[in-house]
């Protein structure tokens, strides 16, 4: 089970790109980016860049704390259908279940750039890569960020009629130094944790019954390589259902709740609500 599931949407991630024909690959081009219809996930990036203004809420609770996050997850600009840059600028609040104060301000900022250099419209299939940059504007001290990090990743989508299938895998490397924690026992020296390392895989599946309804099924799986000494090597694995709806034209509203469903955890829900307007 520790790689299993990570296992699973990386697997499922290389069927998506195996699974076009080559000859299509060479024979295609990238110039009508819009005529991908992939629809909008919760938790998986989405493999085509575009040019929106999104806003998140998220509510979660553990066995140590209540936590709430609200923002911008999405200030997307693509100037080119190809290529595109976004803005993730997070706000949380978290409420401890114990004496110590609730805590609330900005989170880590991060820039991602994306590049799709396979579109293929007439396969409804769109494959990109980029790399994200994660800044320290949290604070540490606070648990609310203070990670200066970088992620290269892959995303991947492919529809089938009223289906579709998108994944994307990233690995997280901390640059920054941790800060010290106190040791265990008195007298002891201070201790600096490892910098944090971590893969995130994504598997998300879409039924449209009708449209501008999407029913959403999504895998959600993190594995901390470095960092977090009681998550170390166990896969966190959860299953979020989501249901997204459009309202108006270039409008989208969609919610969702994580569910664990192993022991590794960071969280018992965690629910995700996402307002997103296309330009």
């Known amino acids: 089970m520790?790689?299993?599931?990570?296992r699973v949407v990386v697997i499922g991630l290389a069927l998506l790109v195996l699974g076009i024909p080559l000859p299509a690959l060479a024979g295609e081009g990238s110039d009508r980016a819009e005529?991908?219809?992939?629809?909008?996930?919760?938790?998986?990036?989405?493999?085509?860049?575009?040019?929106?203004?999104?806003?998140t809420f998220t509510t979660s609770k553990s066995s140590t704390e209540r936590g709430y996050g609200f923002g911008f997850s999405s200030i997307q600009y693509a100037p080119v259908p190809s290529f595109g840059l976004k803005l993730v600028v997070p706000f949380a609040v978290r409420d401890p279940r114990d004496t110590e104060p609730t805590v609330g301000g900005i989170g880590d900022i991060?820039?991602?750039?994306?590049?799709?250099?396979?579109i293929l419209p007439a396969h409804q299939f769109a494959l990109s890569g980029g790399l994200t940059l994660t800044f320290p504007t949290g604070s540490?001290?606070?648990?609310?960020?203070?990670?200066?990090?970088?992620?290269?990743f892959l995303a991947a989508g492919k529809a089938f009629g009223p289906f579709s299938l998108q994944a994307d895998a990233a690995y997280s490397w901390q640059v920054n130094a941790p800060r010290s924690v106190e040791p265990e026992e008195e007298g002891e020296p201070r201790v600096r944790p490892d910098k944090a390392q971590s893969v995130n895989a994504n598997l998300t599946a879409t039924y449209s019954p009708v449209e501008r309804l999407d029913l959403l099924l999504e895998m959600n799986s993190v594995m901390v390589v470095k960092g977090d000494e009681e998550l170390k090597e166990r896969v966190q694995l959860y299953l979020t259902p989501g249901v997204s709806v459009a309202p108006a034209e270039g409008w989208n509203l969609r919610a969702g709740?994580?569910?664990?469903?192993t022991s590794a955890k960071e969280f018992d829900y965690n629910v995700i609500v996402i307002l997103t307007k296309e330009f």
């Open 35 to 55: 005529e991908v219809a992939l629809p909008p996930t919760l938790v998986t990036e989405g493999a085509t860049p575009a040019t929106e203004l999104e806003a």
């Open 257 to 261: 709740v994580q569910l664990p469903v």
């Open 110 to 118: 991060s820039l991602m750039a994306k590049y799709a250099p396979v």
């Open 140 to 152: 540490e001290r606070r648990e609310l960020g203070g990670e200066l990090a970088v992620a290269p």
């Open 2 to 6: 520790r790689t299993g599931a990570t």
